[in-house]
Structures are given as C-alpha cells and as structure tokens.
C-alpha cells in the first residue's frame, strides 16, 4: 500500500544543526506556497488510495488547523490508518491536539533532539524539558497516544551524563516510539559549516568527537531496548506494533508521492523530486509540476540494498541468484563482520550499522546483470 509525504518548510527559527530545506519566511511567501501546494495535490492523478500520510518540514504543527485541513482534503483516502504530523515542542495546545485527532492525525513526531537545556540552548531551540513534558500529555489528552521523540547524539556540549539525562526523560514520558540521529556534519547546516571550518561558534568547538558519539548512540539503542523499544531501523526504535508504517514504506520499496520542496516520490521504477526552494517550487507547480524534473530509473537491486539493509530484519536475497560482482562485495563484508547471514536474510552487524555509510557506498552502481 502507497503513502503520501507533504512538506511544510516554514518554521520559527532556523537551528543551528539542521540540514533540511527549511527555514523562516514571511507569511505571504508562506501563503503562496500553500497555494501551490493545493494545486499540486489538487491536480494529482492518484495511482492508489494512499494508506498513510505523513506531514514533515519544517514546522508544520505552525500551520492553522484550517489550513492543515484545507491541504489534507485534497488527499483521497482519509481516514488514514497512519497520519503523522511532525511538531516542534512548545507549538502544542489542548485545543490545537483535540482538533488534530478530529482531522484524523493519530501520530505525532516531537522533534525534541535533547531534553538538557545547555544543548538545546545552543542549537536555537526554544523549549525545555518540561515543555516536551506538557506537550506529550496533551497528545494524550487528546487521544494521540502514538508519539515519536527525536533525539541527536552528538549536540554540542552533549557528554555521556548529560545523554543519561535526556535518556532518563524518554524513559518518563514513555513514548510508543523514538529516532535517535547521530549528528551529521555537512555544509548544509551552520554548525556543520563551523565544524569543518574548525571554527567556534554555535558551540562547534564543545561537539564531542566521533567515538563519544558513536558511544552515546551505543548505549541508547541498549537502553532502548531495555525499556521495551528495540531497534528496527538503524535511527528508529519502537514497541511492538509501533514502527512507522509510512516510513517503512521508503524502506520496503513500496510507491509513495511526495508534495512540497525537495518531497521525492517513487512508483516501483522511477523516482523523481521536487525543487528544494520555496520560489521554485512554486514556480514548478505553475509549469504543472512535470515528472521529469529530478527523474531518475532506479536500480532495483542497488535500491533494495540501499534501503532493505537499513531495517533490522536484514534483505530477504538468495545468494546464489546474484551476480558474481554483487556476491563478491557481499562475501567481503560478511568477512570484515559488516554483513552477516541469518538464513536468506542479509542484515548489519551491530559493527557494521556504526559505518553504514561506508558499506553502502560498496553496493553503488553494483552489476546486477546476473540478478
Ligand atoms: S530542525 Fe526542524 S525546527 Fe529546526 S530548522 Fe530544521 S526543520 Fe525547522
């Protein structure tokens, strides 16, 4: 069953740490962009029902209800059997959460990233502790008992005391849920850019280095699965009957449509993007939004690696059917403890998920003549 992805890129402050296509505008440009996304959504042929609906950005628990609303109807298909709806901590209130339930939003994604106020201080997030306390009552209160927390290994000043802290939260609010991200350093995000050119600002200088990282992400996926929310994507842990069924869907290969900046859609074969600036994206949707931007035939077997690899459950693959260069790159790293056989599944080793990235880059533009 499909999936549909909405963005709204809009927040109320720009953090320090974030690489999205996101970013504080003025309401008219926001206003814009909403009509474009009406257009869009209102003009889309839809291949299937989808099943689930997910709501990312950006803020989009900064949208009104009535626009959330005036958005969600161009979706067929509601009510959804998961509709997630990410939310910056401290936008919540009890009528903003009552009349969420009533749209049919029945998860919702808490981007919390720490609880320990020093770090959250530094990456320009207005809330505290006790914020995202209040905040997962009244998801509660109002029947949303299915919420996600973020949270990111690797915050400036963030040590392994202070990671007990923001893990001795989780373990009070008792989320159905959590996505644990270890910080990534790009050129995308203005600590990143600080950090590469070893400069001190936004606390560049107090991030600890990689094996502190590695360490704290380490001990959250064991204290995780202590309290209940075992692993089953390399950033995500859940409860039983709780894992994302949208996300699930990037990384089972199953079809999904993407609306707003920089959202990517998939239907089994092709992929293809949208413009990652609100301007363009606008502008896009007055071209009539065509397929061919971004599009791209994707390689099913370097695609199912790509994506199947990152769930715990490992890629159902027979061995013998795959070509020799696929086989010889597989063998490798089953040899280096990377990879490991559980029957007909291939899956991480709790090594080899630690460099992810780097095995993945050993399946790119892999042959799979023989597939
Ligand atoms: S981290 Fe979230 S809230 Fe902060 S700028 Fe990025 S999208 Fe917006």
């Known amino acids: 069953m499909a ?12 953090c320090t740490y974030c690489n ?72 919540l209130n009890t009528q903003l959460t009552a009349e969420w339930a009533r749209l049919g939003v ?32 009244m998801l509660r209160d109002a029947g949303i008992c299915n919420f996600n927390l973020d949270l990111i290994a690797g915050l400036p000043f963030q040590t392994a005391e202070s990671w007990e802290e923001s893990l001795a939260w989780v373990e009070r609010l008792q989320p159905r849920h959590v996505s644990v991200y270890m910080l990534e350093v790009d050129e995308d995000s203005r600590l990143g850019l600080e950090i590469l050119g070893q400069g001190g600002r936004y606390g560049a200088s107090a991030v600890a280095p990689d094996e502190g990282i590695v360490a704290n992400y380490e001990r959250a996926v064991a204290f995780l699965a202590s309290l209940g929310l075992p692993r089953y994507e390399i950033s995500n842990f859940a409860q039983s009957g709780f894992a994302s069924a949208h996300n699930l869907k990037y990384w089972r290969m199953e079809p999904y449509l993407g609306f707003g900046v920089d959202a990517h859609s998939f239907d089994g074969a092709m992929r293809w993007g949208s ?23 994707v390689r099913p077997i370097e695609e ?19 070509s020799p260069a696929l086989r010889s790159r597989i ?12 029957g007909k599944r ?21 042959d799979d003549a023989n597939s």
Not at 331 to 342: I, S, Y
């Open 106 to 137: 029945n998860r919702v994604s808490l981007g919390v990233q720490s609880f320990v106020e020093k770090e959250l201080r530094q990456t320009g997030r207005r809330h505290s502790a006790q914020t995202v306390a209040d905040d997962c009552e």
């Open 275 to 297: 413009p990652e600036q609100v301007r363009d994206y606008v502008a896009y949707v007055d071209r009539g939004a065509p397929r061919e931007v971004g599009a791209e035939t």
């Open 3 to 14: 999936g549909v992805y909405i963005s709204w890129p809009f927040c109320a402050q720009k």
């Open 346 to 366: 291939l899956r991480f080793t709790p090594q080899g998920i630690l460099v992810s990235n780097e095995v993945f880059e050993r399946f790119l533009g892999v």
């Open 20 to 91: 999205f296509a996101s970013g504080v505008e003025k309401p008219e440009i926001q206003a814009s962009y909403l009509d474009a996304l009406r257009t869009h959504l209102a003009r889309q042929d839809w291949p299937f029902v989808p099943e689930t609906v997910y709501f990312g950005g950006g803020t989009p628990s900064l949208l009104t209800v009535e626009d959330l609303a005036r958005i969600v109807e161009k979706i067929p298909g509601s009510p959804w059997r998961e509709f997630t709806l990410e939310a910056a901590p401290g936008s």
């Open 304 to 322: 199912r690696f790509l994506t199947g690899l990152r769930l715990d459950e490992g890629l159902a693959t027979d061995r013998d059917a795959l």
């Open 331 to 342: 063998d490798d790293a089953v040899k280096h403890k990377l990879l490991v056989w559980n």
